[in-house]
């Protein structure tokens, strides 16, 4: 067993040693919650990502996929919203200097009597305050605090030619020495607004502006999804837990089109599907769990909504929304363009009238998962340890990653004893032969047969197949199972055979 407050460290360290996740320009002292993913780490997140896209769209009939550019027109984002209202309540505290979410911090009871070190540091005196809003610093426990501020999470830059510090620059020297703030905020805003570019929070919005093209020249008929996965950015104020909550990231998104009427249907099918996609890949199931946001959770346009949690070290957190959302998004989009965003069914009833042909807007089931997110949650799942015995006889702990097949970054790797006798060329031979059936393997001939087998441990290499002198007399290998340490002999040609039908 790993200890929960010991496991994200212990992960952290195996990522960037075995070529997960590093920290993005490290050499330059990094930056902050920015990650690279490595060869493993992008194999696997590719093997995530893929199996999402494989269950959702390829194996339905009625949902398709696309991938939309990350900078849109910026209306769509005055549309939706996010330029007004996508924003998160900021708090400074006076005492440590601790920048905070508010709806984030840990919840206490108006009026508790609080107790906290000065600074927030361990030698500081003890002060006392009383606590007048429901929660408190959540570093150092002051109610001492700045009022709460809106900030936008929206990154924002520039396109086009127009350089904007340029204009800025011509404009301010044009101005008298009186112009107050706010007059000077408005130009500014104005002089940025001409040539303004978002990169987008979140993948949805790319799929409703979108949905005539799609729906019409795929001649999609409701109830129909539209999937993508790609790049979000959020200028997140907090970033934390390693991948959990970062500023640029990666979502798989569906926005599912339905019947008005239909969507409670449609939540409970989207529920069931998600869930049971974490459970075939997972090995512990009792990690997730399903949590019905709280009227007072819910989002203004929201009939419903659900988050899928994992249990990660530190607790209960969300690994994907899963909202029904009304017509919410496609009417504003219709409104805000003067463009029909709806659907007509020429074979249904319309209510209203009780004459034949049904126009309406569609609703809108969105299942909304994180594939960073996903990928720290399978490496988690996968972190395993048993005991063994030592070739010396001796108890020892074997530690392992227990990834199911299909994320694996390697499905089996190739392991020739020595480097002479004829091992090499048949350890090729049969390498080859893997990659011809497009199976991601791994030769390797470095160190001693007892650390390779360690190594392809520690990246969750299902099956460690090992080449000997005998493997070049008869064409029987060893074949080594990661989650039981077992080896049995068997001839060659039967590799291939065994490692697909793991897959399967
Ligand atoms: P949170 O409450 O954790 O900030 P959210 O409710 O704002 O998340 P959504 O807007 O519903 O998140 O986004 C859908 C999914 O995108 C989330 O469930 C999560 O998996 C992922 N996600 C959102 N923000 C981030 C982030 N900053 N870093 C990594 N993944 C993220």
């Not at 990094?30 to 990502?49: F, H």
């Not at 606590?131 to 570093?139: E, F, L, S």
């Not at 020495?177 to 607004?193: A, F, G, W």
């Not at 969105?366 to 015995?389: K, N, Q, W, Y």
Request: net charge neutral; aromatic share 10%; with cysteine.
């Amino acid at each position: 067993m790993i200890a929960p407050n010991e496991k994200m460290q212990k992960l952290v360290s195996l990522c960037k040693q075995r070529g997960f996740i590093f920290q993005s320009s490290e050499i330059y002292g990094g930056l902050k919650s920015a990650y690279d993913y490595g060869p493993l780490g992008t194999e696997l997140k590719r093997n995530i990502a893929q199996e999402w896209w494989h269950e959702c769209v390829t194996r339905k009939e009625n949902m398709v996929g696309m991938d939309a550019s990350i900078m849109m027109h910026p209306k769509v984002w005055e549309t939706s919203g996010h330029v007004s209202s996508f924003s998160d309540p900021l708090v400074d505290c006076h005492n440590c200097k601790e920048r905070f979410r508010s709806d984030k911090a840990p919840k206490i009871e108006i009026g508790t009597e609080m107790t906290y070190l000065e600074g927030g540091k361990k030698n500081g005196k003890t002060l006392k305050g009383t606590a007048t809003r429901d929660y408190v610093c959540p570093n150092c426990s002051s109610p001492n605090l700045s009022e709460e501020r809106q900030f936008n999470g929206m990154f924002r830059s520039s396109i086009g030619p127009i350089d904007p510090i340029q204009d800025l620059a011509a404009e301010i020297q044009r101005l008298d020495k009186q112009t107050s703030t706010e007059e000077l905020r408005k130009l500014i805003h104005d002089v940025i607004s001409r040539s303004i570019v978002y990169l987008r929070p979140e993948t949805a919005q790319g799929i409703f502006v979108q949905f005539n093209n799609v729906q019409q020249s795929m001649g999609m008929k409701v109830p129909f999804g539209i999937a993508q996965q790609g790049k979000a950015f959020r200028n997140e104020i907090v970033t934390e837990h390693f991948i959990f909550r970062s500023c640029e990231f990666e979502q798989m998104e569906i926005e599912f089109f339905c019947e008005p009427g239909t969507q409670g249907k449609w939540l409970e099918y989207w529920k069931n599907e998600r869930m049971s996609w974490y459970h075939r890949l997972a090995n512990d199931k009792s990690k997730f769990r399903l949590r019905q946001h709280a009227p007072e959770e819910l989002a203004h346009y929201a009939d419903n909504c659900y988050d899928i949690d994992y249990e990660f070290p530190w607790g209960f957190d969300e690994l994907e929304g899963i909202a029904s959302r009304t017509d919410y998004d496609l009417k504003k989009h219709g409104e805000g363009t003067g463009t029909k965003l709806s659907y007509f069914d020429p074979n249904k009833v319309d209510p209203q009238t009780g004459k034949m042909g049904y126009r309406y807007i569609p609703y809108v089931i969105e299942p909304s998962a994180g594939l960073t997110r996903a990928t720290l949650c399978f490496l988690l799942d996968a972190m395993s340890v048993d005991e063994g015995i030592d070739a010396g006889g001796v108890k020892k702990e074997r530690f392992f990653m227990k990834f199911h097949p299909r994320l694996a970054p390697y499905k089996a790797a190739i392991l020739p004893l020595v480097k002479k006798d004829g091992q090499p060329e048949l350890a090729e031979k049969l390498m080859q032969e893997f990659l011809d059936n497009k199976i991601n393997s791994s030769l390797d001939v470095q160190q001693s047969i007892g650390k390779r087998y360690a190594r392809h441990d520690e990246i969750g290499t299902p099956y460690c197949i090992t080449i000997d002198n005998q493997s070049v007399m008869d064409q029987t290998v060893t074949i080594r199972d990661r989650d039981t340490s077992l080896q049995e002999r068997i001839s060659m040609e039967k590799c291939i055979e065994i490692v697909k039908n793991k897959l399967k």
